[in-house]
């Protein structure tokens, strides 16, 4: 209660926050201190600062310890306990002194069909088991960080230096002399020996392999700058036909572009294909203002990064694409809540809200057009449920990330209470497509329930993983087919679709169009875009752990069918691997089978509606621990 801040954590929260104004929020007290007090509105209207606070104290002393909670407590007017449960709740905070350098190894499904387990095994042999401290250095397994194509991949997340955080891709683990590719602590006092190697970063053609086949390319619209511009340079930007559609949407004003938009029949691509324009409409009638406008970039689901290859690539697009937004739906501010554990693509879209403001593309008036519109860039900080639209808005307001129940729906009482439109980094960049072109010659892209193209996250055994570009409806096999087939030819053993929140389809599956109507039809689902592939060396039973344990660490807890759920349906998967069941395998298989209805129909959001679908997709398809035994017990640290 007592504990105090140290000089370095006062110092980096005062470079975010400015010096305390007063006593009551840590400045020296005086006379004067015991004669104002400051409450109320202006104290609450800080507390939206309490997550990139809690970031400045992480990055800058590698914990957040009991003494910089205390005084960002006090400089925001948020009771301890509060601040401590908002700590907690995300991954990438520690309330417990850790070393500086922590390395987040995935070892989840892309990554674990990769090596990612001997990645692991080596971590474990050098510093000893996740989280310990044996060494003064610390690694951890995590969730899937969004670099399924250059899996297996790991994060390096720093604080103290100059140096940010990175990841690290193509890890592998090398010989006992170190021969092999460099090892990527090099430089980095004590780590000089670590026996794990990381190529160059790849190309971009490599992580978008399209950009590297002109015939192909020529045929691209949502990637068309992907690969061509600097993603640092807004004339090179201009000069790719950027700020043409917020141009044109400027002169035409918001019921034009909002009417584009509509006859588009754009539906939002985040997973819950929503109509765009539908939405839109609803932001700007509502009569309380202020509104804003978000751009969800927080890409958490396992098996998706065609998000962070546009902003790492073609920053100023979403800049743009969100402007149109803001301005088309009576915004004023907009934010865009991107990931913690996406440094590069972060890094580059501040550079580019920062670039369009100086230019006169965001602030008071835009493109001089007498409309004031900005953008403010916040980090999640490790957290799948932050995704979720009105967990997101909770996250922004400096709260835990927990959901909300709905009604009332974001359009109506969204961030800070007021009107909302939330938006993905894909459903965004599509608009520039539809205002350039027309809302009507988009719609003849595609299929009539799915119009405009649409990013695919390949990924898996297949021979060239990346993010691809399709019209919708194409077919599951033309997907695979795009990315080179798989690695030693032949059909997968199964696809991982849309995530993990989706569902597997077997080899008999594979000629399914690539659309929501199709997807609503066969029950199965597009998601975020995810196609992972495996290969017949796949052990299915190891990746429905995987899963399960994904859903029980991210479940926020709020509800009981969730929280307990999730813990159940991990439980079961394990009594049944290892052969020792409750009752039978079909008693288990039946318990399972009631605790994915229940999650379903009881959960408060997406989570726990979906936590159970790629289990219940193996289980219905597939023979899966077929002896009841083999399957490795993990840590599941
Ligand atoms: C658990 C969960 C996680 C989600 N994660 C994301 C995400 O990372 N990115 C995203 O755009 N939408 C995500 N969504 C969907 C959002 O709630 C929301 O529907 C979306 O941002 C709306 O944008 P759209 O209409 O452009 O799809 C998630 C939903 C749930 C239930
Ligand atoms: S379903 Fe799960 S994640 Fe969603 S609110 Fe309930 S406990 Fe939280
Ligand atoms: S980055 Fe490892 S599974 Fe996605």
Redesign the pocket.
């Known amino acids: 209660m007592d504990a105090v801040a140290s000089g370095e954590e006062r110092a980096a929260v005062d470079e975010l926050l400015g010096p305390p104004a007063s006593g009551w929020a840590g400045a020296e007290r005086d006379d004067q201190t015991f004669r104002v007090a400051r409450s109320g509105r202006e104290a609450r209207d800080r507390r939206h600062l309490l997550l990139p606070a809690l970031h400045a104290l992480q990055s800058r002393v590698g914990w957040i310890s009991p003494g910089g909670l205390n005084y960002v407590s006090e400089r925001l007017t948020v009771p301890p306990a509060e601040a401590y449960g908002v700590a907690t709740f995300y991954a990438m905070f520690s309330v417990e002194e850790r070393p500086k350098t922590v390395v987040h190894v995935c070892d989840d499904l892309a990554c674990r069909v990769n090596g990612a387990e001997d990645v692991c095994a080596g971590f474990e042999s050098m510093f000893g088991p996740p989280g310990s401290r044996k060494t003064g250095r610390g690694w951890a397994r995590s969730p899937c960080l969004g670099l399924c194509e250059q899996a297996p991949v790991a994060l390096i997340q720093t604080s103290g230096d100059a140096r940010p955080d990175r990841a690290l891709v193509h890890v592998m683990v090398t010989d006992e002399e170190g021969r092999g590719a460099p090892s990527p602590f090099e430089g980095r006092e004590g780590w000089g020996a670590a026996r794990h190697g990381s190529p160059a970063a790849p190309q971009v053609d490599e992580i978008a392999p399209q950009i590297g086949d002109q015939g192909e390319r020529e045929t691209l619209r949502l990637l068309r700058r992907v690969g061509v511009v600097d993603p640092a340079s807004i004339d090179d930007y201009r000069a790719h036909g950027g700020y043409e559609a917020l141009r044109l949407a400027l002169e035409h004003g918001p019921e034009w572009s909002i009417q584009q938009v509509t006859d588009s029949k754009l539906?939002?691509?985040?997973?819950?294909?929503?109509p765009?324009g539908v939405?839109w409409k609803a932001v700007a009638e509502q009569p309380v203002h202020p509104h804003f406008f978000?751009c969800?970039?927080?890409?958490?689901?396992p098996g998706?990064f065609k998000?962070r290859v546009v902003m790492e690539q073609d920053p100023f697009a979403v800049v743009e694409s969100l402007t149109i937004a803001g301005i088309t739906t009576g915004c004023e501010q907009g934010y865009v809540y991107i990931?913690g554990e996406y440094p590069l693509a972060a890094e580059r879209l501040g550079h580019a809200i920062g670039e369009a403001r100086r230019h006169g593309f965001l602030g008071d008036d835009v493109m001089g057009h007498g409309t004031s519109f900005d953008i403010e860039l916040r980090r999640g900080a490790g957290a799948?449920?932050?995704?979720?639209?009105?967990?997101?808005f909770n996250s922004l307001e400096g709260k835990r990330g927990e959901?909300r129940n709905k009604p009332p729906f974001p359009v109506q009482r969204g961030l800070f209470g007021k009107p909302t439109g939330?938006?993905?980094?894909?459903?965004?960049i599509n608009v520039l497509e539809i205002l350039t072109i027309g809302g009507q010659a988009y719609a003849e892209i595609g299929t009539d329930g799915s119009t405009g193209p649409r990013l695919l996250c390949l990924s898996g055994h297949v021979a060239n993983p990346g993010v691809y570009e399709v019209e919708h409806g194409v077919t599951l096999r033309d997907a695979i087919d795009m990315a080179g087939g798989m690695r030693g030819g032949g059909d997968p053993m199964a696809v991982l679709l849309g995530g993990a929140?989706g569902g597997f389809v077997g080899p008999d599956r594979l000629d399914i169009r690539l659309t929501f109507e199709d997807a609503r039809e066969g029950g199965y689902t597009l998601g975020?875009g995810v196609v992972m592939a495996f290969d017949d060396s796949v052990d299915l039973g190891d990746l429905a752990l995987r899963i399960a344990r994904f859903f029980r660490d991210?479940s926020c807890g709020q509800c009981v069918p969730c929280r307990v759920g999730t813990v159940r349906q991990e439980e079961a998967l394990h009594r049944i691997a290892s052969g020792r069941t409750l009752g039978t395998r079909q008693d288990e298989e039946g318990l399972l089978g009631d605790v994915a209805q229940v999650m379903r129909d009881a959960s408060i959001?997406?989570?726990g509606?979906?936590a159970a679908n790629a289990v219940q997709s193996l289980f219905a398809s597939f023979a899966m621990f077929p002896d009841g035994a083999g399957v490795a017990e993990e840590s599941g640290a």
């Open positions: 539906l939002g691509r985040g997973g819950a294909a929503f765009t939405k978000i969800n970039a927080d890409e958490s689901e998706t998000d990931r799948y449920i932050c995704g979720e639209e009105t967990a997101l959901p939330i938006n993905n980094v894909e459903t965004l929140a975020s991210e959001c997406g989570l509606q979906t």
